[in-house]
């Protein structure tokens, strides 16, 4: 998923992506502990597309906050 295409998406949204990802990442690793994984590189995906989502997060976070901080002055 493109920072773009999260960029759309509300913060609600944003978090159960993230829950579902992690949930996801969670069971490959598992299952690569016991067995072969058949695209590992999956892993690799997941991991960087949980980053960018906490990322766009967070941008969304401080943005929240800098528009808060400026409009009170």
Do not use: C
């Amino acid at each position: 998923m493109k920072a773009t295409q999260i960029r759309e998406l509300s913060a609600q949204d944003i978090t159960a992506r993230i829950a579902e990802l992690e949930e996801e990442q969670f069971r490959l690793e598992f299952r690569g502990a016991t067995e072969v994984l058949s695209d590992p590189l999956r892993l690799r995906v997941i991991r960087r597309d949980i980053a960018r989502l906490k990322t766009v997060l967070r941008e969304q976070a401080t943005a929240k906050a800098g528009a808060a901080g400026t409009a009170g002055r």
